[in-house]
């Protein structure tokens, strides 16, 4: 047999092995997708809903973003199988829908964060992978389904986001206007802004809350990491105060689960307020007649309390909202607001995909995400720390590792220095460093400039009056 028959054949023979192997694949995934949608309930779920659970279940998106989904039969093969366990490592890095999944199916809101993600792959066109297409044939989206899925997202943005005063040209944007409002009771409003200034909550009579998180100062001290009792260094950065409320969690690794609990952390921490125990602090505040009689007041059951303290602050620090930036103003449509170069900074900050993780009114806070996304930042700066393991400090789960809540980009022009670990100590190095290691861009000088002009507009109003 000539040598040109022969290659002939074993191309033949590797198409015909190829396209057998994509026919099984597929049926299998047939199988699994059918298995999946039949256990699934979408009778709360709205048309459009459904279509998109369907869309998600259709193309396999459960295989790499979702941790409890059953995998393929050849995810135990040979070759495939340490493919598949790198493809899904890195896919759980960057977004995770099992959440998104069963809140469909609930007809309960879906995150503004997952939302963003959703939205930006769609219109880039990045999902599925081009190499998992080879496989899975099925798995392309039509133009047809793309549109669907993004109407959904605009959907679930008019249901539950949408803010009435924003312009049409802005509506379905992943950042809206800080709007709400967080109903508080009025006297322990004024008794948690009493205790956040006091510094009796200290074992040595020296830090306030207000020490660390100034309200003068953007809700942070502009030091590397705060300077606790005795003059104690922590080790992390002090996040801003100013719309914490916002926050799915309190802390840079997430470790507390609402105002309340973060606001017992400090006092019993021995390195930031040292005051040992709860009762050193009720002995002092109980010498306060007039405190005493707030508390009596307001807390008839449990009077001064490690409770009725933190319910307290948590309640102050509701109201440290900061609505009405110019940037606000922008998208409820006054376009004198922002310069020309602001607005192009805006476009160049969605278009770089900083709103799929700096979302909501907010602007950040809902998620938590790896540090060094698409570049080794820490590999770069070198010098790891146990509160760079972020939040796996908490979970335990290596999912986790080096993932931090995203900062809230309000008033960041007043908050440096940035990061965790305040590694950045301009906003200009703060945009270029974000993104270099979670875009995977190198932004011109022009375009920071830009986007650094346009992140200065979001500083809001506290108390009707410009934050400084």
């Not at 300077?227 to 260094?233: E, L, S």
């Not at 080794?376 to 335990?396: L, P």
Request: aromatic fraction near 8%; include cysteine; hydrophobic fraction near 35%.
């Amino acid at each position: 047999m000539k040598k040109s028959s022969l290659i002939a054949c074993a191309i033949g023979a590797g198409v015909v092995g190829y396209l057998a192997t994509v026919y099984a694949v597929d049926q299998g995934d047939k199988t699994l997708h059918q298995q999946y949608l039949s256990q699934a309930n979408l009778v709360k779920a709205d048309p459009l809903s459904q279509q998109a659970f369907k869309i998600f279940n259709q193309k396999g998106c459960q295989y790499c973003h979702t941790t409890n989904s059953e995998m393929p039969f050849y995810a135990n093969m040979p070759v495939a199988k340490q493919l598949m366990e790198h493809d899904v490592k890195q896919a759980l890095r960057q977004f995770n829908i099992s959440a998104l999944m069963e809140q469909v199916q609930q007809n309960k809101p879906i995150s503004e964060v997952e939302l963003a993600k959703l939205e930006s792959v769609l219109n880039d066109g990045a999902m599925p992978p081009k190499q998992y297409l080879l496989m899975h044939w099925r798995s392309d989206l039509s133009q047809q389904e793309t549109d669907i899925l993004l109407n959904w997202v605009k959907q679930e943005r008019s249901k539950y986001y949408a803010d009435s005063e924003v312009v049409p040209e802005f509506k379905y944007d992943a950042v809206q206007p800080i709007s709400t409002t967080f109903k508080v009771n009025d006297a322990k409003v004024k008794l948690g802004e009493e205790l956040y200034h006091d510094k009796r909550l200290s074992g040595n009579n020296t830090v306030a809350c207000s020490t660390c998180h100034s309200l003068t100062k953007g809700g942070v001290d502009h030091l590397d990491t705060s300077t606790g009792i005795n003059g104690a260094k922590g080790p992390i950065n002090a996040p801003t105060v100013f719309n914490s409320v916002f926050n799915i969690h309190q802390f840079w690794d997430g470790r507390a689960k609402d105002l309340q609990e973060q606001a017992g952390g400090p006092p019993m921490n021995p390195i930031e307020m040292g005051a040992g125990s709860w009762q050193h602090i009720i002995d002092k505040l109980d010498k306060d007649s007039a405190l005493k009689a707030q508390f009596d007041s307001l807390y008839p059951k449990q009077g001064i309390s490690e409770y009725s303290i933190t319910d307290a602050i948590a309640e102050f620090e509701k109201t440290l909202v900061t609505p009405n930036s110019r940037f606000d103003k922008f998208l409820k449509g006054d376009k004198t607001a922002l310069t020309q170069e602001e607005q192009e900074g805006y476009a160049l900050f969605k278009a770089n995909k900083c709103q799929t993780c700096h979302t909501g009114q907010a602007m950040g806070g809902l998620s938590f995400e790896v540090m060094g996304l698409k570049d080794d930042y820490f590999g770069d700066r070198g010098h790891i720390t146990e509160v760079d393991n972020g939040r796996f400090n908490v979970t335990k789960d290596q999912n986790d590792m080096h993932r931090f809540k995203v900062p809230t980009l309000r008033n960041v022009a007043l908050t440096a220095p940035y990061f965790h670990d305040a590694s950045a100590k301009t906003l200009e190095q703060a945009v270029d460093d974000m993104a270099l290691y979670q875009v995977g861009v190198k932004l011109s000088q022009s375009d920071i400039d830009k986007i650094t002009a346009y992140l200065k507009t979001l500083t809001g109003e506290y108390q009707g009056k410009p934050l400084k």
